[in-house]
């Protein structure tokens, strides 16, 4: 199985960054999906992006396009999410899920694995 922990959620001012982090451990995971969702207070869940293992291909829901960046250290099995020009819009709580079965997949019935999750507020 794998477990996963995020890191590095926090409040911030509009305009300002963060960058989040998922350790793994557990199975061997290379070659599969790791991927950020993220959840606002009676909002669905939604894809934010996602990296396979090696790094091959990224994706990105268009709202965070420009903004974010997803990246890996395969020595780490670490995954991280840096967050830049942040917007008030994206204050929720942001997961760390794995899709040992697939790649690259935006859909969030794909992930078997979730962490707890770590909240990023962000304020004007």
């Known amino acids: 199985q794998v477990q996963l922990v995020e890191s590095g959620g926090g409040l911030v001012q509009a305009g300002g960054s963060l960058r989040l982090t998922c350790a793994a451990s557990?199975?061997?995971?290379?070659?599969?999906?790791m991927g950020w969702f993220r959840q606002a207070p009676g909002k669905e869940r939604d894809f934010v992006a996602v990296?396979?293992?090696?790094?091959?291909?990224?994706l990105y829901t268009d709202s965070v396009k420009g903004r974010f960046t997803i990246s890996r250290d395969n020595a780490k099995n670490t995954v991280y999410l840096q967050m830049n020009s942040l917007k008030l819009e994206d204050t929720a709580m942001y997961y760390c899920?794995?899709?040992?079965?697939?790649?690259?997949?935006?859909?969030?019935?794909?992930?078997?694995?979730w962490g707890r999750g770590t909240q990023v507020t962000v304020s004007s």
């Open positions: 899920a794995a899709a040992p079965r697939y790649g690259a997949t935006r859909s969030i019935r794909d992930y078997d694995f």
């Open positions: 990296i396979t293992w090696s790094g091959d291909t990224t």
């Open positions: 557990g199975r061997t995971i290379s070659a599969n999906g």
